[in-house]
């Protein structure tokens, strides 16, 4: 995802299940990402702010 930023769940749940793994400066504030299973995801300098991260 080089140069693009993540700026919504619906998104980087749609690239997570196409391969991609970095997501470094996404902005996911208030994100509902409550279940999703994100493992070797690079999420450095993310903004989850607010974001539903439970279960």
């Known amino acids: 995802m080089a140069n693009q930023t993540v ?17 470094r400066q996404a902005v996911l504030i208030g994100a509902n990402l409550r279940g999703a299973v ?6 450095e300098e993310a903004n989850l702010s607010g974001a539903n991260l439970y279960g």
């Open 38 to 43: 994100l493992s070797g995801a690079i999420l």
């Open 7 to 23: 700026k919504s769940a619906a998104e980087l749940l749609h690239l997570y299940a196409a391969g991609h793994r970095e997501f």
